[in-house]
């Protein structure tokens, strides 16, 4: 009866990790640019990559990475309305170096931890379960993961960030790793700054436990492959945060922010309601599903504590638990740094928060997988609780993905409808005005509001529009 109960567990954790996929799939397949996406893409009109670089560090940012990768994609096509095939082919990418990087990491530590080589499968299904995990807990979610201008730089510095450490973690390195090494690093160092001062603590703080470990075989160059990728990792990270944080851009977007910021509500300026307006965000419903799927790594605790030493395992799970808590205080305090010093203790977005909502992923998996080793896995409560907490998951997934499916593919369809419909309009001879009627609701993607100027400006400018674009009443 128990392998029965195995079988069919492991069959419900699988169809759970492939509902998600299915969920990411679906909204990075009708995603579409929206918002300052549509700005950003105007400005790359009659632009090279250097030239748009140069434009964003001088006026705007210094996150000249974040910038590059944001133009590679949008100037891919030819044609505004076939952008979206690249942004998918951008999400697809995205995926694929977070599974790589994060399977890499699992097999590394599962073997550490508990001297057990899991199967491919397995790891890449934990993976995935850990994306669902941090997907549903990012604080701004829409934003990070679905919003194109954010994501190059709030999820990508995660996603690279992975990478350089997946890379630093094998054993047997070969060059084009640490070509892959530094170019990880060189993208956090350039991107959002929050990322790369918590980077610079988490440097530090290695280089302070090995230095009080006294671990002269770390220092030794010439024979530590792990020593070579850290150094090649933090001269790349430094040279790459030098030239954003030199960047003039920097200056002028504080102060527009300071200058938003500014403006009284109720007698109470922005700044002073912004720490309330960050604790609204621990309210929302999708936060059980990302705890949902960090649950699941009891299961892989339970699996994992049959097959090894479990009190050493255990000894182990412990630092690792404490070092996670530290990474996440690191997270907390940095960003509340960044936001007391640099912005002048002004309302920072919720999408700031993104490392955070990383590092409390990182610490909820860690920690069911911790008491998935003291749970006695043949015990009813535990046969029982994988069954139950598997088909909840997938249940939660497939009601999600079927809601999602028929919010976004309508909102993409009319989406494309309009963008064709101007174009139509265009040929049609003079046209001083077009009326057109709103999108739909998007879900899960940040929508375009056509009856805002800030976007039809530009969506003008992009298609090269003669007249001017109302919202039907």
Same mark, same amino acid.
Request: overall charge positive; some cysteine.
């Given at each position: 009866m128990?392998?029965?109960?195995?079988?069919?567990?492991?069959?419900?954790?699988?169809?759970?990790?492939?509902?998600?996929?299915?969920?990411?799939?679906v909204?990075?397949?009708?995603?579409?640019?929206?918002?300052?996406d549509i700005?950003?893409?105007?400005?790359?009109?009659?632009?090279?990559?250097?030239?748009?670089?140069?434009?964003f $560090?001088?006026?705007?940012?210094?996150?000249?990475?974040?910038n590059?990768?944001?133009?590679?994609v949008?100037s891919?096509?030819n044609?505004?309305?076939t952008?979206?095939?690249?942004?998918?082919?951008?999400?697809?990418?995205?995926l694929i170096?977070?599974?790589?990087?994060?399977?890499?990491?699992?097999?590394i530590?599962? $073997?550490?931890?508990?001297?057990?080589q899991?199967?491919?499968?397995?790891?890449?299904i934990?993976?995935?379960?850990f994306?669902g995990?941090?997907?549903?807990?990012?604080?701004?979610?829409?934003?990070?993961?679905?919003?194109m201008?954010?994501?190059?730089?709030?999820?990508?510095?995660?996603?690279?960030?992975?990478?350089?450490?997946?890379?630093?973690?094998? !054993?047997n +390195?070969?060059?084009?790793?640490?070509?892959?090494?530094?170019?990880?690093?060189? $993208?956090?160092?350039g991107?959002? !700054?929050?990322?790369?001062?918590i980077?610079?603590?988490?440097?530090?703080?290695?280089?302070?436990?090995?230095?009080?470990?006294?671990?002269?075989?770390?220092f030794?160059?010439?024979?530590n492959?792990?020593l070579k990728?850290?150094?090649?990792?933090i001269?790349?990270?430094?040279?790459?945060?030098?030239v954003?944080?030199i960047?003039?851009?920097?200056?002028?977007?504080r102060?527009?922010?300071?200058?938003e910021?500014?403006?009284?509500s109720?007698?109470?300026?922005?700044?002073?309601?912004?720490p309330?307006?960050?604790?609204?965000?621990?309210?929302?419903?999708?936060?059980?599903?990302?705890?949902?799927?960090?649950?699941?790594?009891?299961?892989?605790?339970?699996?994992?504590s049959? +097959?090894?030493?479990?009190?050493?395992?255990?000894s182990?799970?412990?630092?690792?638990?404490?070092?996670?808590a530290?990474?996440?205080l690191?997270?907390?305090?940095?960003?509340?740094?960044?936001q $007391?010093?640099?912005?002048?203790n002004?309302?920072?977005?919720?999408?700031?928060?993104t490392?955070?909502s990383?590092?409390i992923?990182v610490?909820?998996?860690?920690l069911?997988?911790?008491?998935?080793?003291y749970?006695?896995?043949?015990?009813?409560?535990?046969?029982?609780?994988?069954?139950?907490?598997?088909s909840?998951?997938?249940?939660?997934?497939?009601?999600?993905?079927?809601?999602?499916?028929?919010?976004?593919s309508?909102?993409?369809c009319?989406?494309? +409808?309009l963008?064709?419909?101007?174009? !139509?309009?265009q040929?049609?001879?003079n046209?001083e005005?077009?009326?057109?009627?709103?999108?739909p609701?998007?879900g899960m993607?940040?929508?375009?509001?056509?009856?805002?100027?800030?976007?039809?400006?530009?969506i003008?400018e992009?298609?090269?529009?003669?007249y001017?674009?109302?919202v039907?009443?």
């Open positions: 128990k392998k029965y109960i195995n079988i069919i567990s492991s069959w419900l954790v699988a169809l759970s990790a492939a509902s998600f996929l299915l969920l990411y799939f909204l990075g397949f009708f995603n579409r640019p929206a918002s300052d700005i950003f893409i105007s400005i790359i009109k009659g632009k090279n990559i250097v030239e748009y670089i140069k434009w $560090y001088e006026t705007w940012s210094g996150r000249w990475t974040g590059a990768y944001f133009f590679a949008m891919a096509s044609a505004f309305q952008i979206h095939y690249f942004m998918f082919i951008y999400y697809i990418i995205t170096l977070f599974i790589y990087s994060i399977s890499t990491i699992i097999k530590g599962a $073997y550490k931890l508990f001297l057990v899991l199967e491919v499968k397995k790891v890449i934990y993976s995935v379960l994306l995990s941090f997907y549903f807990l990012t604080f701004q979610y829409i934003e990070v993961w679905w919003w201008c954010a994501s190059v730089d709030t999820l990508q510095g995660i996603v690279f960030l992975l990478l350089g450490t997946a890379l630093l973690l094998k !054993e +390195k070969k060059f084009i790793h640490y070509i892959f090494i530094s170019f990880a690093f060189i $993208y956090v160092g991107g959002f !700054e929050i990322y790369s001062i980077t610079i603590a988490i440097f530090i703080f290695i280089l302070i436990y090995y230095l009080f470990q006294r671990d002269r075989a770390f030794s160059f010439s024979n492959s792990l990728g850290l150094s090649i990792a001269l790349s990270f430094i040279l790459s945060f030098s954003s944080i960047s003039p851009g920097n200056k002028a977007r102060n527009s922010v300071l200058d910021n500014k403006i009284e109720n007698g109470l300026s922005i700044s002073n309601v912004g309330l307006l960050n604790a609204a965000v621990f309210t929302q419903k999708k936060f059980i599903a990302g705890i949902g799927f960090a649950a699941l790594w009891m299961l892989l605790g339970m699996q994992l049959n +097959k090894s030493n479990v009190v050493l395992a255990k182990k799970m412990k630092y690792l638990l404490r070092l996670s530290l990474v996440m690191f997270s907390i305090l940095i960003t509340l740094a960044f $007391y010093f640099i912005l002048d002004s309302f920072i977005p919720s999408r700031g928060w490392f955070t990383f590092a992923a610490f909820l998996c860690l069911f997988l911790f008491i998935g080793c749970a006695n896995s043949y015990s009813y409560i535990s046969q029982s609780i994988k069954i139950i907490l598997p909840m998951m997938f249940i939660i997934l497939v009601f999600t993905v079927y809601k999602q499916f028929n919010y976004v309508k909102y993409a009319e989406y494309d +409808k963008i064709a419909e101007l174009l !139509e309009k040929k049609g001879g046209v005005t077009i009326y057109v009627n709103n999108l609701d998007s993607l940040l929508s375009i509001d056509i009856s805002d100027s800030t976007n039809t400006i530009p003008k992009i298609l090269d529009l003669k001017d674009i109302v039907k009443k």
